[in-house]
């Protein structure tokens, strides 16, 4: 009987507890950048070297997004002749995307750079769906779909478009945080993750931070920062800039009614702390700090901070049951880029020299610092 109800217990343990994984691969503020570029003897990037990391990791199916920002560098952009390229540029990011592979493009402020007219023709010949719930036409109706749900092993992930206010003319961006609020409402019975792709403010992001809505994760553009951990709130990133770094996040799940706890925030939480009193000890590792400190108030705080920062991270490690796992994956000269999409580069940067305009950047693909032609 005893070996019945272990048994059991087992079973039913499996059964609530039975964990899931989810892959996502996500960039933002790509900022119409096609080839490596960066400091020459080490230029990170390129769309064809992203293929390859997609083509590396296919087998883990996973999710590829972008938060925004993609197509162009600038805000507006009215010169006849850079705009055309400008416009031949965007059909090479786009092209390319299509033939890797897109579940869901958030739009920023930057890809209306030439227009409301032409971000809609991009969204028609894409492959992928491009997903905004606060930017509007001028009658009022949305410009594209709120968000897209797609499943996984049973899992129903929602990708949310958001933005902050831009202005343009044609266009209607609402207040972003109380359209969301309506978004996740709809959502809570349609999905079991919600992925925010937002192109945000700082304002934006504070105060979305600070009304707890019921999002698993948060992928940001328009902040250029390369974040190394989710921080100790909602899971959010922000991944840096020109396509030079892919972040993949792995998704452990095992109940989908909790929150996810980012592992790299815990880790990092840990080591910054025991480093930060490692250092007050000045060399005597053996030293009980609390005691040594016992007549220097503000000392003895910062002891009592750090220690509680390990312990609250320690605690989280322990009680985790959903789990986010970064890997940022720098796209260097080691990785060789994909021909298909290669070919799709070379064939559209004909095109803009026909133009006779500079090009931006020259090919640099096999990463010696040196364009190749």
Known sequence: MIKIIIISCFVFFQLVYSANSVSIIATANVHGETDPCGWKKKPLGGLARKATILEK?????????????????????DDGVSKEVA?????????????MGCTAFSPGSKDFAVGKDFIESLSRKASFPFVSSNIFDSNGNLLFEPYVIEEHEGV??????????FELDGLIVKEPISTLRGVIDELKSKSDIRVLLFSSNDLDMKQLKASNFDLSMIIRSRNKQR?????????????????????????????IEL??????????????SENRLDKMKKGDMLVDLEKLFKDNPSALKRVFLYKSRIEEANQRLENAINKVLINKIELGKDINGDVEILQI????????????????????HDGDGYPDH
């Open 156 to 165: 129903k992930i929602a990708f949310i478009g958001l933005s902050s206010i």
């Open 259 to 272: 929150e996810f706890t980012d592992i790299a925030w815990c880790d990092r939480t840990i080591k910054d």
């Open 345 to 364: 580069v070379d064939n559209g940067k004909l095109e803009i020299n026909k133009l006779g305009a500079p090009q931006r950047h020259k090919h640099d």
């Open 87 to 99: 416009i031949l540029n965007a059909d090479i990011i786009l092209n390319s995307f299509n033939k």
């Open 57 to 77: 990791y296919s087998n883990d199916n996973p999710f590829v997004v972008d938060s925004g920002n993609l197509f162009f560098s600038a805000e507006s952009i």
């Open 227 to 255: 974040s190394s951990d989710g921080g100790d709130g909602i899971p959010t990133y922000t991944l840096g800039d020109k396509g030079k770094i892919l972040y993949k996040f792995d998704l452990e799940i095992n109940d």
